[in-house]
């Protein structure tokens, strides 16, 4: 079946440290792939998508790129800042709905 | 701004009760998506919309649950006799119907006790 494993949380990094959160893909077919980040209190915004393999999604410093032959989605960012801290959620979708992964809490330390 | 709401925002209700959400889309938007997120984990899909047509129900959503969007407008979500476990938090997204990408409410938090 379709389900995406990323790395568990939390995450804790000093504000400017690079930043990596892994996430793969088991899926039919070749589905698009997102990121979405909940800060707290808040809801589910979309951070970034890649529809095809290869393509990098980008947005706010994160980047991810998707890589179809090693199924995965990797987020990154250069240099996190402590506004950063929220819950990702690495994410597929297929068949007219999105299965997520279970999420990894970010935490970044002035 | 015309994002997705959802009402209420937060529902306590003891268990056995009837509880009842709504959800208004993006208005342009002809899809519309039930999610459920339980602490912990992921949002789980439970149920979409396209306009007034409900086309696809998880298995998670038991015979307690039903929803409906008569004008293919805003929808609600209810949950007959409400247990300990539906206490979660229920998401609802909207979106273009062929686009990948789903616009989400800011959830509906229900605690049942």
């Known amino acids: 079946g379709n389900s995406v494993t990323q790395m568990e949380g939390p995450v804790t990094l000093s504000e400017e440290a690079f930043l990596t959160i892994n996430c793969t893909y088991t899926?039919?077919?070749?589905?698009?792939l997102f990121w979405y980040v909940q800060y707290p209190g808040e809801g589910l915004q979309l951070l970034l998508k890649a529809t095809k393999a290869d393509d990098k999604g980008s947005n706010k410093g994160f980047e991810a790129t998707y890589r179809k032959e090693t199924t995965s989605f990797h987020l990154e960012k250069g240099s996190v800042q402590v506004s950063d801290s929220a819950v990702y959620f690495c994410a597929l979708s297929r068949d007219d709905k999105i299965i997520f992964g279970k999420g990894t809490r970010l935490h970044i330390l002035p | 701004d015309t994002g997705v709401s959802q009402d209420p925002r937060h529902k306590i209700t003891k268990r056995g009760q009837n509880v009842t959400f709504r959800c208004d889309p993006i208005s342009e938007h002809n899809r519309l998506y039930w999610y459920r997120q339980t602490l912990g984990q992921g949002p789980e899909f439970l149920t979409y919309?396209?306009?007034?047509?409900?086309?696809?129900k998880s298995r998670l959503l038991s015979d307690r649950f039903s929803a409906e969007r008569p004008k293919g407008s805003f929808s609600t979500l209810e949950i007959q006799r409400t247990e300990q476990g539906d206490s979660a938090m229920y998401l609802c997204?909207?979106?273009?119907?062929?686009?990948?990408?789903?616009?989400f409410g800011p959830g509906t938090r229900l605690t049942v006790t």
């Open positions: 997204a909207s979106s273009f119907e062929n686009f990948y990408e789903q616009y």
């Open positions: 919309f396209q306009n007034e047509a409900q086309l696809e």
């Open positions: 899926a039919t077919g070749y589905p698009s």
